[in-house]
């Protein structure tokens, strides 16, 4: 059992930044997916951005593509997400997700091929 943990969400204003952490206490991302997914209000989980953190592949939703940036931390074997120029439909809770995955250099934006899943942090964009 993975037990993964988000931090880093809060309040901003639109165009602000925040930077949000996903870490796995006693346990190593080696070998791992990871995937951050959002789900705002009266709408269902969407994918955001995944990494292979082995191989360093990444991939994003069109949506955030030029604004977040998922990235892996060696040191504090934490995955992140920058995310900049924030807009109110950013608006959600966020969700790191993993699967382990060993043997494939690919990415997953699949949220039904993790098997790990966060409790979610809360960001908010005010207009």
């Known amino acids: 059992q993975v037990q993964l943990q988000e931090s880093g969400g809060g309040l901003v204003q639109d165009g602000g930044s925040l930077r949000l952490s996903c870490a796995a206490p006693?346990?190593?991302?080696?070998?791992?997916?990871l995937g951050w997914f959002r789900q705002a209000p009266g709408k269902e989980r969407e994918f955001v951005a995944t990494?292979?953190?082995?191989?360093?592949?990444?991939y994003y939703a069109d949506s955030v593509k030029g604004r977040f940036t998922i990235s892996r931390d060696n040191a504090k074997n934490t995955v992140n997400l920058q995310m900049d120029s924030l807009k109110p439909e950013d608006t959600a809770v966020y969700y790191c997700?993993?699967?382990?995955?060993?043997?494939?250099?690919?990415?997953?934006?699949?949220?039904?091929?993790?098997?790990?899943w966060g409790q979610g942090t809360q960001v908010t964009v005010s207009s």
């Open positions: 990494i292979n953190w082995s191989y360093g592949g990444t």
């Open positions: 006693g346990r190593r991302f080696s070998g791992y997916v």
């Open positions: 997700a993993a699967k382990y995955q060993p043997a494939f250099h690919t990415v997953i934006d699949s949220e039904k091929q993790y098997n790990y």
